[in-house]
Protein backbone atom coordinates (compact mmCIF):
# COMPACT_ATOMS: atom_id res chain seq x y z
CA UNK A 1 0.00 0.00 0.00
CA UNK A 2 1.28 3.34 -0.74
CA UNK A 3 2.08 5.63 2.11
CA UNK A 4 1.34 9.57 1.86
CA UNK A 5 3.41 12.19 2.95
CA UNK A 6 1.30 15.65 2.61
CA UNK A 7 2.88 19.01 2.04
CA UNK A 8 1.65 22.61 3.20
CA UNK A 9 2.92 25.79 3.95
CA UNK A 10 2.25 28.90 6.13
CA UNK A 11 2.82 32.18 7.32
CA UNK A 12 3.94 33.59 3.29
CA UNK A 13 4.68 32.07 0.12
CA UNK A 14 7.84 30.92 -1.66
CA UNK A 15 9.11 29.08 1.21
CA UNK A 16 10.67 26.31 -0.74
CA UNK A 17 7.48 23.88 -0.43
CA UNK A 18 8.89 22.18 -3.64
CA UNK A 19 12.39 21.96 -3.06
CA UNK A 20 12.05 20.87 0.79
CA UNK A 21 9.80 17.89 -0.47
CA UNK A 22 12.09 16.68 -3.33
CA UNK A 23 14.71 16.78 -1.09
CA UNK A 24 12.98 14.23 1.55
CA UNK A 25 11.58 12.64 -1.67
CA UNK A 26 15.63 11.98 -2.89
CA UNK A 27 16.59 11.01 0.83
CA UNK A 28 13.64 8.49 0.76
CA UNK A 29 15.17 6.87 -2.30
CA UNK A 30 18.41 6.76 -1.17
CA UNK A 31 17.13 4.47 1.48
CA UNK A 32 15.65 2.54 -1.48
CA UNK A 33 12.15 3.29 -1.54
CA UNK A 34 9.66 3.85 -5.00
CA UNK A 35 9.39 7.59 -4.77
CA UNK A 36 6.54 9.44 -6.56
CA UNK A 37 5.98 13.25 -6.29
CA UNK A 38 2.55 14.93 -6.95
CA UNK A 39 1.76 18.76 -6.91
CA UNK A 40 -2.12 20.42 -6.39
CA UNK A 41 -2.20 23.77 -7.70
CA UNK A 42 -4.94 26.17 -6.21
CA UNK A 43 -5.29 28.14 -9.56
CA UNK A 44 -8.39 28.33 -12.07
CA UNK A 45 -6.25 27.87 -15.06
CA UNK A 46 -6.80 24.34 -16.38
CA UNK A 47 -2.87 24.08 -16.56
CA UNK A 48 0.29 26.77 -16.75
CA UNK A 49 0.38 26.13 -20.42
CA UNK A 50 -1.19 29.44 -21.65
CA UNK A 51 0.64 31.39 -18.39
CA UNK A 52 2.58 34.44 -18.89
CA UNK A 53 6.08 33.25 -17.52
CA UNK A 54 6.17 36.87 -15.73
CA UNK A 55 3.40 35.76 -13.72
CA UNK A 56 3.85 32.12 -13.29
CA UNK A 57 7.55 31.15 -14.67
CA UNK A 58 8.70 28.44 -16.31
CA UNK A 59 6.53 25.67 -17.80
CA UNK A 60 7.69 22.07 -17.18
CA UNK A 61 7.26 19.35 -19.66
CA UNK A 62 6.95 15.80 -18.76
CA UNK A 63 7.90 12.66 -20.72
CA UNK A 64 4.03 12.00 -21.82
CA UNK A 65 3.39 15.31 -22.79
CA UNK A 66 1.67 17.47 -20.15
CA UNK A 67 2.66 21.07 -19.50
CA UNK A 68 3.06 21.69 -15.65
CA UNK A 69 4.07 23.59 -12.37
CA UNK A 70 8.27 24.20 -12.69
CA UNK A 71 7.96 22.84 -9.31
CA UNK A 72 8.05 19.32 -11.06
CA UNK A 73 11.40 20.53 -12.46
CA UNK A 74 12.54 20.14 -8.74
CA UNK A 75 11.18 16.97 -8.35
CA UNK A 76 13.06 15.08 -11.11
CA UNK A 77 16.24 16.77 -10.62
CA UNK A 78 16.04 15.68 -7.31
CA UNK A 79 14.77 11.90 -8.06
CA UNK A 80 16.68 9.46 -10.41
CA UNK A 81 14.58 6.54 -10.34
CA UNK A 82 10.79 8.30 -11.12
CA UNK A 83 9.87 10.51 -13.79
CA UNK A 84 6.85 13.04 -13.76
CA UNK A 85 3.51 12.53 -15.83
CA UNK A 86 0.41 14.45 -16.40
CA UNK A 87 -0.73 12.59 -13.03
CA UNK A 88 1.67 14.40 -11.02
CA UNK A 89 0.11 18.06 -11.86
CA UNK A 90 -2.82 19.43 -11.52
CA UNK A 91 -5.02 22.14 -10.66
CA UNK A 92 -8.31 23.70 -9.54
CA UNK A 93 -9.36 24.42 -12.99
CA UNK A 94 -8.60 20.88 -14.23
CA UNK A 95 -10.72 19.19 -11.22
CA UNK A 96 -13.50 21.78 -12.16
CA UNK A 97 -13.71 21.10 -15.70
CA UNK A 98 -13.86 17.27 -14.92
CA UNK A 99 -16.54 17.42 -12.52
CA UNK A 100 -18.33 19.80 -14.22
CA UNK A 101 -18.29 17.72 -17.82
CA UNK A 102 -19.33 15.10 -15.59
CA UNK A 103 -22.63 16.94 -14.36
CA UNK A 104 -23.31 17.62 -17.82
CA UNK A 105 -23.00 14.12 -19.36
CA UNK A 106 -25.49 13.01 -15.98
CA UNK A 107 -22.70 11.43 -14.50
CA UNK A 108 -24.45 12.20 -11.00
CA UNK A 109 -28.27 11.75 -11.98
CA UNK A 110 -29.60 15.15 -11.56
CA UNK A 111 -28.13 15.44 -7.95
CA UNK A 112 -26.80 18.49 -6.95
CA UNK A 113 -22.70 18.96 -7.57
CA UNK A 114 -21.07 20.38 -4.61
CA UNK A 115 -17.75 21.26 -3.04
CA UNK A 116 -17.89 18.51 -1.38
CA UNK A 117 -18.08 15.64 -1.97
CA UNK A 118 -17.74 15.94 -5.60
CA UNK A 119 -14.77 18.52 -5.80
CA UNK A 120 -13.14 16.75 -3.02
CA UNK A 121 -13.78 13.21 -4.30
CA UNK A 122 -11.98 13.89 -7.35
CA UNK A 123 -9.21 15.34 -5.82
CA UNK A 124 -8.85 12.10 -3.59
CA UNK A 125 -9.06 10.22 -6.64
CA UNK A 126 -6.50 11.88 -8.57
CA UNK A 127 -4.22 12.09 -5.37
CA UNK A 128 -4.71 7.72 -5.01
CA UNK A 129 -3.87 6.96 -8.72
CA UNK A 130 -0.70 9.16 -9.05
CA UNK A 131 0.70 7.36 -6.07
CA UNK A 132 -0.67 3.68 -7.48
CA UNK A 133 2.65 1.40 -7.63
CA UNK A 134 5.33 3.24 -5.40
CA UNK A 135 6.19 3.35 -1.35
CA UNK A 136 5.29 6.31 -0.67
CA UNK A 137 4.21 9.85 -2.70
CA UNK A 138 5.01 13.17 -1.26
CA UNK A 139 1.92 15.68 -2.27
CA UNK A 140 2.78 19.22 -2.42
CA UNK A 141 -0.59 21.46 -1.40
CA UNK A 142 0.33 25.28 -3.84
CA UNK A 143 0.04 28.11 -1.89
CA UNK A 144 -0.24 29.15 1.75
CA UNK A 145 -2.57 27.69 4.45
CA UNK A 146 -5.84 30.16 5.20
CA UNK A 147 -5.82 30.62 1.01
CA UNK A 148 -9.36 30.61 -0.24
CA UNK A 149 -8.62 28.70 -3.25
CA UNK A 150 -6.83 26.08 -1.25
CA UNK A 151 -9.73 25.13 1.08
CA UNK A 152 -10.88 22.30 -1.39
CA UNK A 153 -7.61 20.56 -1.59
CA UNK A 154 -6.96 20.69 2.50
CA UNK A 155 -10.18 19.42 3.06
CA UNK A 156 -9.15 16.77 0.66
CA UNK A 157 -6.15 15.75 2.40
CA UNK A 158 -7.99 16.16 5.70
CA UNK A 159 -10.19 12.91 4.17
CA UNK A 160 -7.53 11.19 3.07
CA UNK A 161 -5.64 11.02 6.02
CA UNK A 162 -8.76 9.83 7.88
CA UNK A 163 -9.16 7.31 5.54
CA UNK A 164 -5.64 5.98 4.95
CA UNK A 165 -4.57 5.98 8.72
CA UNK A 166 -1.83 7.29 10.94
CA UNK A 167 0.20 4.02 9.95
CA UNK A 168 0.09 5.30 6.23
CA UNK A 169 -0.42 9.08 5.87
CA UNK A 170 1.94 11.91 7.88
CA UNK A 171 1.73 15.93 6.95
CA UNK A 172 4.85 18.12 6.75
CA UNK A 173 4.32 21.83 7.55
CA UNK A 174 6.94 24.70 6.01
CA UNK A 175 6.50 27.43 8.35
CA UNK A 176 8.94 31.09 8.41
CA UNK A 177 10.66 31.85 11.56
CA UNK A 178 11.33 35.87 10.83
CA UNK A 179 14.06 37.20 12.64
CA UNK A 180 13.58 40.35 14.44
CA UNK A 181 16.79 42.61 14.70
CA UNK A 182 15.31 44.92 17.71
CA UNK A 183 14.70 42.60 20.06
CA UNK A 184 17.85 40.10 18.31
CA UNK A 185 14.96 36.97 18.43
CA UNK A 186 13.39 35.19 16.04
CA UNK A 187 9.92 35.04 16.89
CA UNK A 188 7.93 31.72 16.87
CA UNK A 189 3.89 33.46 17.22
CA UNK A 190 3.55 33.23 13.08
CA UNK A 191 4.36 29.78 13.11
CA UNK A 192 2.37 29.12 15.95
CA UNK A 193 -0.60 30.66 14.28
CA UNK A 194 0.07 28.76 11.06
CA UNK A 195 -0.51 25.24 13.13
CA UNK A 196 -3.28 26.92 14.36
CA UNK A 197 -4.81 27.81 11.35
CA UNK A 198 -4.18 23.82 9.84
CA UNK A 199 -6.00 23.11 13.24
CA UNK A 200 -8.98 24.38 12.44
CA UNK A 201 -9.06 22.78 9.02
CA UNK A 202 -8.93 19.32 11.54
CA UNK A 203 -5.69 18.79 10.12
CA UNK A 204 -2.69 18.30 12.65
CA UNK A 205 1.02 18.28 11.45
CA UNK A 206 3.54 15.68 11.98
CA UNK A 207 6.75 17.10 11.06
CA UNK A 208 7.57 21.11 10.69
CA UNK A 209 10.33 22.47 8.56
CA UNK A 210 10.78 26.02 9.93
CA UNK A 211 12.46 28.52 7.48
CA UNK A 212 14.91 30.67 8.95
CA UNK A 213 18.33 33.32 8.22
CA UNK A 214 19.61 32.32 11.82
CA UNK A 215 20.69 29.31 13.64
CA UNK A 216 17.61 28.02 16.06
CA UNK A 217 18.23 26.98 19.76
CA UNK A 218 17.15 23.96 22.03
CA UNK A 219 14.90 26.16 23.81
CA UNK A 220 12.94 27.80 20.89
CA UNK A 221 12.62 24.01 19.20
CA UNK A 222 11.22 22.67 22.59
CA UNK A 223 9.09 25.77 22.54
CA UNK A 224 7.38 25.22 18.74
CA UNK A 225 6.93 21.69 19.78
CA UNK A 226 5.27 22.76 22.88
CA UNK A 227 2.63 25.27 21.31
CA UNK A 228 1.95 23.27 17.71
CA UNK A 229 1.77 19.45 19.30
CA UNK A 230 4.44 18.04 17.12
CA UNK A 231 7.32 16.24 18.89
CA UNK A 232 10.70 18.15 19.77
CA UNK A 233 12.68 15.95 17.23
CA UNK A 234 9.91 16.59 14.93
CA UNK A 235 10.90 20.13 14.78
CA UNK A 236 13.40 20.52 11.38
CA UNK A 237 14.98 24.06 11.30
CA UNK A 238 16.01 24.35 7.43
CA UNK A 239 18.39 27.23 7.60
CA UNK A 240 18.95 29.44 4.58
CA UNK A 241 21.54 27.24 2.76
CA UNK A 242 24.59 27.88 0.16
CA UNK A 243 22.41 25.84 -2.44
CA UNK A 244 19.39 23.49 -2.83
CA UNK A 245 21.77 20.62 -2.99
CA UNK A 246 23.04 21.12 0.80
CA UNK A 247 19.44 20.25 1.64
CA UNK A 248 19.06 16.08 1.36
CA UNK A 249 22.16 16.02 3.65
CA UNK A 250 20.75 19.21 5.53
CA UNK A 251 17.61 16.98 6.18
CA UNK A 252 19.31 14.27 7.29
CA UNK A 253 21.27 15.20 9.69
CA UNK A 254 18.05 15.79 11.60
CA UNK A 255 16.66 12.25 10.84
CA UNK A 256 13.94 13.33 9.12
CA UNK A 257 13.91 9.97 6.88
CA UNK A 258 14.13 8.28 10.31
CA UNK A 259 10.96 9.98 11.68
CA UNK A 260 9.07 8.86 8.14
CA UNK A 261 10.28 5.21 8.25
CA UNK A 262 9.51 4.83 12.24
CA UNK A 263 6.18 6.28 11.34
CA UNK A 264 5.48 4.21 7.83
CA UNK A 265 6.61 1.11 9.23
CA UNK A 266 9.56 0.57 7.19
CA UNK A 267 12.16 -1.81 9.05
CA UNK A 268 15.36 -2.34 8.12
CA UNK A 269 16.35 -0.06 5.42
CA UNK A 270 19.68 0.75 4.47
CA UNK A 271 21.15 4.23 5.78
CA UNK A 272 20.81 7.13 3.13
CA UNK A 273 24.23 6.98 1.01
CA UNK A 274 24.43 10.75 0.41
CA UNK A 275 27.92 10.69 -1.16
CA UNK A 276 26.46 11.79 -4.96
CA UNK A 277 25.06 14.88 -3.30
CA UNK A 278 27.83 15.75 -1.34
CA UNK A 279 30.36 15.09 -4.41
CA UNK A 280 27.66 17.93 -6.43
CA UNK A 281 27.87 20.49 -3.47
CA UNK A 282 31.97 19.63 -3.31
CA UNK A 283 32.04 20.44 -7.33
CA UNK A 284 29.67 23.68 -6.82
CA UNK A 285 31.79 25.35 -4.22
CA UNK A 286 35.26 24.42 -5.65
CA UNK A 287 35.35 25.77 -9.43
CA UNK A 288 38.73 26.61 -11.30
CA UNK A 289 36.90 29.20 -13.29
CA UNK A 290 33.72 31.42 -13.78
CA UNK A 291 32.65 31.48 -17.41
CA UNK A 292 30.27 33.93 -18.58
CA UNK A 293 27.34 32.88 -20.27
CA UNK A 294 25.04 35.47 -22.25
CA UNK A 295 21.30 34.06 -21.98
CA UNK A 296 19.56 36.31 -24.83
CA UNK A 297 15.54 36.32 -24.16
CA UNK A 298 12.75 38.49 -23.70
CA UNK A 299 11.54 37.04 -19.91
CA UNK A 300 15.05 37.69 -18.46
CA UNK A 301 13.41 40.05 -15.91
CA UNK A 302 12.03 36.78 -14.25
CA UNK A 303 14.66 34.46 -14.14
CA UNK A 304 12.07 31.42 -13.13
CA UNK A 305 11.31 31.64 -16.80
CA UNK A 306 14.30 29.68 -17.51
CA UNK A 307 14.09 27.75 -14.80
CA UNK A 308 15.39 24.54 -16.19
CA UNK A 309 17.92 26.29 -18.34
CA UNK A 310 19.35 28.09 -15.55
CA UNK A 311 19.93 24.75 -13.78
CA UNK A 312 21.41 22.91 -16.43
CA UNK A 313 23.70 25.10 -17.19
CA UNK A 314 24.49 24.99 -13.30
CA UNK A 315 24.75 21.11 -13.79
CA UNK A 316 27.08 21.62 -16.55
CA UNK A 317 29.26 23.69 -14.42
CA UNK A 318 29.68 20.98 -12.13
CA UNK A 319 30.38 18.73 -14.89
CA UNK A 320 33.48 20.93 -16.19
CA UNK A 321 34.48 22.25 -12.40
CA UNK A 322 33.57 25.67 -13.35
CA UNK A 323 31.01 28.12 -12.15
CA UNK A 324 28.62 29.42 -15.03
CA UNK A 325 27.50 33.29 -14.17
CA UNK A 326 24.85 33.45 -16.13
CA UNK A 327 24.51 37.47 -17.52
CA UNK A 328 20.47 37.94 -18.76
CA UNK A 329 20.33 40.26 -22.05
CA UNK A 330 17.42 41.17 -23.13
CA UNK A 331 16.68 40.15 -26.83
CA UNK A 332 14.95 43.28 -27.21
CA UNK A 333 17.82 45.58 -26.46
CA UNK A 334 20.24 44.18 -29.80
CA UNK A 335 18.01 45.79 -31.62
CA UNK A 336 19.83 48.59 -31.54
CA UNK A 337 22.96 46.65 -33.03
CA UNK A 338 24.82 47.76 -30.07
CA UNK A 339 26.38 44.22 -29.00
CA UNK A 340 29.02 45.47 -26.80
CA UNK A 341 26.92 43.51 -24.13
CA UNK A 342 28.05 40.20 -25.77
CA UNK A 343 31.64 41.07 -25.85
CA UNK A 344 32.83 39.74 -21.92
CA UNK A 345 30.78 36.60 -22.96
CA UNK A 346 32.55 33.19 -23.28
CA UNK A 347 29.51 31.66 -24.34
CA UNK A 348 25.99 32.30 -25.92
CA UNK A 349 22.52 30.73 -25.61
CA UNK A 350 19.31 31.53 -27.15
CA UNK A 351 16.03 29.87 -25.14
CA UNK A 352 12.96 28.89 -26.26
CA UNK A 353 10.11 31.09 -26.06
CA UNK A 354 7.04 32.30 -28.37
CA UNK A 355 5.97 35.61 -30.51
CA UNK A 356 7.49 37.51 -32.66
CA UNK A 357 9.18 40.55 -30.00
CA UNK A 358 12.77 40.25 -29.44
CA UNK A 359 13.73 38.12 -32.52
CA UNK A 360 15.55 40.50 -34.21
CA UNK A 361 17.82 40.78 -31.22
CA UNK A 362 17.99 37.31 -30.63
CA UNK A 363 19.03 36.80 -34.45
CA UNK A 364 21.67 39.44 -34.00
CA UNK A 365 23.16 37.85 -30.58
CA UNK A 366 22.95 34.58 -32.92
CA UNK A 367 24.96 36.02 -35.91
CA UNK A 368 27.67 37.72 -33.53
CA UNK A 369 27.94 33.90 -32.06
CA UNK A 370 28.51 32.83 -35.25
CA UNK A 371 30.72 35.36 -36.69
CA UNK A 372 33.00 35.96 -33.78
CA UNK A 373 33.51 31.88 -33.15
CA UNK A 374 31.98 32.17 -29.95
CA UNK A 375 30.07 29.18 -28.13
CA UNK A 376 26.57 29.03 -28.99
CA UNK A 377 23.72 26.67 -28.07
CA UNK A 378 20.21 27.21 -29.60
CA UNK A 379 17.05 26.09 -27.94
CA UNK A 380 13.74 25.33 -29.61
CA UNK A 381 12.83 29.18 -30.81
CA UNK A 382 17.12 29.76 -30.93
CA UNK A 383 17.18 26.85 -33.39
CA UNK A 384 14.23 28.50 -35.89
CA UNK A 385 16.16 32.01 -35.37
CA UNK A 386 19.88 29.82 -36.38
CA UNK A 387 18.68 28.58 -39.19
CA UNK A 388 16.39 32.10 -40.75
CA UNK A 389 19.96 34.15 -39.04
CA UNK A 390 21.87 31.75 -41.70
CA UNK A 391 19.74 31.30 -44.02
CA UNK A 392 19.54 35.28 -44.61
CA UNK A 393 23.42 36.72 -44.31
CA UNK A 394 24.87 33.19 -45.22
CA UNK A 395 22.62 31.27 -47.70
CA UNK A 396 21.80 34.17 -50.00
CA UNK A 397 17.77 34.08 -48.46
CA UNK A 398 17.58 37.80 -47.21
CA UNK A 399 13.71 37.46 -46.96
CA UNK A 400 13.70 34.07 -44.94
CA UNK A 401 11.56 34.35 -41.75
CA UNK A 402 8.55 32.40 -40.23
CA UNK A 403 5.45 32.69 -41.07
CA UNK A 404 4.30 32.75 -36.99
CA UNK A 405 5.83 36.27 -38.17
CA UNK A 406 5.61 36.81 -41.94
CA UNK A 407 2.93 35.11 -43.87
CA UNK A 408 3.90 36.67 -46.86
CA UNK A 409 7.69 36.00 -46.73
CA UNK A 410 9.66 34.54 -50.11
CA UNK A 411 11.16 31.69 -47.64
CA UNK A 412 8.81 30.43 -45.57
CA UNK A 413 12.04 28.54 -43.42
CA UNK A 414 9.82 27.63 -40.14
CA UNK A 415 6.16 27.33 -40.42
CA UNK A 416 3.34 25.04 -39.70
CA UNK A 417 4.10 21.69 -40.59
CA UNK A 418 0.42 21.61 -42.44
CA UNK A 419 1.12 24.82 -44.57
CA UNK A 420 4.57 23.51 -46.23
CA UNK A 421 3.04 20.19 -46.56
CA UNK A 422 0.02 21.23 -48.22
CA UNK A 423 2.14 23.50 -50.40
CA UNK A 424 3.58 20.48 -51.85
CA UNK A 425 0.27 17.93 -51.77
CA UNK A 426 2.08 15.37 -49.17
CA UNK A 427 -0.50 16.22 -46.40
CA UNK A 428 -2.69 13.28 -46.72
CA UNK A 429 0.31 11.17 -48.06
CA UNK A 430 2.28 12.15 -44.72
CA UNK A 431 -0.84 11.58 -42.76
CA UNK A 432 0.48 14.25 -40.65
CA UNK A 433 -2.81 16.45 -39.97
CA UNK A 434 -4.48 15.06 -36.99
CA UNK A 435 -1.45 14.94 -35.32
CA UNK A 436 0.49 18.09 -35.61
CA UNK A 437 -2.37 20.46 -37.33
CA UNK A 438 -2.34 23.60 -35.45
CA UNK A 439 -1.13 21.53 -32.46
CA UNK A 440 2.13 21.75 -30.23
CA UNK A 441 5.01 18.73 -30.23
CA UNK A 442 5.07 18.33 -26.51
CA UNK A 443 6.64 15.62 -24.51
CA UNK A 444 9.35 12.90 -25.04
CA UNK A 445 10.13 12.01 -28.98
CA UNK A 446 13.08 10.25 -30.45
CA UNK A 447 15.32 11.60 -32.59
CA UNK A 448 18.13 10.03 -35.02
CA UNK A 449 21.52 11.46 -35.18
CA UNK A 450 23.68 11.98 -38.20
CA UNK A 451 27.01 10.25 -37.77
CA UNK A 452 30.17 12.47 -38.31
CA UNK A 453 28.15 15.10 -36.22
CA UNK A 454 29.64 17.30 -33.59
CA UNK A 455 25.57 16.90 -32.35
CA UNK A 456 26.30 12.92 -32.77
CA UNK A 457 29.77 12.88 -31.02
CA UNK A 458 28.00 15.03 -27.97
CA UNK A 459 26.05 12.44 -27.48
CA UNK A 460 27.78 9.66 -27.75
CA UNK A 461 24.91 7.58 -29.38
CA UNK A 462 22.69 7.45 -32.94
CA UNK A 463 19.38 7.58 -31.03
CA UNK A 464 18.46 10.27 -28.56
CA UNK A 465 15.04 10.58 -26.59
CA UNK A 466 14.21 14.35 -26.03
CA UNK A 467 11.12 16.38 -24.95
CA UNK A 468 9.54 19.24 -27.26
CA UNK A 469 6.87 22.17 -26.40
CA UNK A 470 6.64 23.68 -30.38
CA UNK A 471 4.16 24.31 -32.75
CA UNK A 472 6.84 25.24 -35.64
CA UNK A 473 9.18 23.71 -37.89
CA UNK A 474 11.28 23.72 -40.12
CA UNK A 475 10.81 23.52 -43.85
CA UNK A 476 12.60 20.14 -45.09
CA UNK A 477 12.83 21.70 -48.87
CA UNK A 478 15.30 24.87 -47.72
CA UNK A 479 17.44 21.62 -46.35
CA UNK A 480 19.77 21.09 -49.95
CA UNK A 481 20.60 25.23 -50.35
CA UNK A 482 20.97 25.75 -46.47
CA UNK A 483 23.71 22.39 -46.62
CA UNK A 484 25.35 23.66 -49.43
CA UNK A 485 25.96 27.34 -47.68
CA UNK A 486 27.28 25.21 -44.77
CA UNK A 487 25.14 24.71 -42.20
CA UNK A 488 24.97 20.65 -41.02
CA UNK A 489 21.14 19.11 -40.60
CA UNK A 490 22.64 16.50 -37.51
CA UNK A 491 19.22 14.81 -36.33
CA UNK A 492 15.87 14.25 -37.80
CA UNK A 493 12.40 13.29 -35.34
CA UNK A 494 12.73 9.29 -35.65
CA UNK A 495 8.62 9.57 -36.90
CA UNK A 496 8.08 12.38 -38.86
CA UNK A 497 11.79 12.97 -40.24
CA UNK A 498 11.26 16.72 -38.79
CA UNK A 499 14.38 18.80 -38.75
CA UNK A 500 15.77 18.75 -34.58
CA UNK A 501 19.48 19.67 -34.58
CA UNK A 502 21.57 22.05 -36.52
CA UNK A 503 25.34 22.59 -36.31
CA UNK A 504 27.89 24.61 -37.94
CA UNK A 505 30.84 22.39 -38.67
CA UNK A 506 33.45 25.24 -39.26
CA UNK A 507 32.50 26.82 -36.12
CA UNK A 508 34.81 25.97 -32.88
CA UNK A 509 30.94 25.03 -31.01
CA UNK A 510 27.70 26.18 -32.70
CA UNK A 511 24.21 23.60 -32.19
CA UNK A 512 20.99 24.28 -31.98
CA UNK A 513 18.46 21.97 -31.21
CA UNK A 514 14.28 22.15 -31.85
CA UNK A 515 13.89 20.33 -28.69
CA UNK A 516 14.13 21.21 -24.59
CA UNK A 517 17.34 19.33 -23.36
CA UNK A 518 17.23 20.82 -20.27
CA UNK A 519 14.16 19.69 -18.47
CA UNK A 520 16.18 16.25 -18.71
CA UNK A 521 19.40 18.01 -16.83
CA UNK A 522 19.84 16.80 -13.42
CA UNK A 523 22.35 17.48 -10.74
CA UNK A 524 24.40 14.35 -10.42
CA UNK A 525 24.44 13.04 -14.21
CA UNK A 526 24.17 16.96 -15.70
CA UNK A 527 23.50 16.73 -19.69
CA UNK A 528 25.63 15.89 -22.15
CA UNK A 529 24.98 18.50 -23.96
CA UNK A 530 24.96 21.24 -21.68
CA UNK A 531 28.15 19.59 -20.64
CA UNK A 532 30.10 19.84 -24.02
CA UNK A 533 28.54 23.48 -24.61
CA UNK A 534 30.18 24.50 -20.99
CA UNK A 535 33.19 22.79 -21.95
CA UNK A 536 33.21 25.03 -24.78
CA UNK A 537 32.64 28.14 -23.29
CA UNK A 538 35.83 26.92 -20.60
CA UNK A 539 37.77 26.75 -23.72
CA UNK A 540 37.10 30.06 -24.82
CA UNK A 541 38.01 31.28 -21.39
CA UNK A 542 41.15 29.92 -21.60
CA UNK A 543 41.85 31.09 -24.59
CA UNK A 544 41.36 34.74 -23.80
CA UNK A 545 44.17 34.83 -21.14
Known amino acids: MTHFIFVTGGVVSSLGKGISAASV ?61 KLNNFTSGRVYQDVLNKERRGDYLGGTVQVIPHITDNIKERVLRAGEGYDVAIVEIGGTVGDIESLPFMESVRQLMVELGHKHSMLMHLTLLPYV ?28 ICRTEHDVDADTTRKIALFTN ?26 VDDLICERFGFDNLPKADLSDWDQVCEALFNPEYTVRVAMVGKYVELPDAYKSVNEALLHAGIQNRVKVQIDYVDAESLESQDLSILSTANAILVPGGFGERG ?63 DERGELQQRNLESDLGGTMRLGAQKSELVAGTKTREIYGKAEI ?24 ISGYSSVQHLVETVEIPAHPWFVAVQFHPEFTSSPRDGHPLFAS ?13
Open 25 to 85: AALLEARGLQVTMVKMDPYINVDPGTMSPFQHGEVFVTEDGAETDLDLGYYERFLRRAKMT
Open 181 to 208: SSAAELKTKPTQHSVKELLSIGIQPDIL
Open 230 to 255: VQARAVIVCKDAKTIYQIPRNFSEQQ
Open 359 to 421: TEGKMAAIRYAREQGIPFLGICLGMQLAVIEYARHVANMPEASSTEFNRSTKYPLIGLITEWL
Open 465 to 488: TERHRHRYEMNDRFIAPLEEAGLK
Open 533 to 545: FIDAAKKQYQKGQ
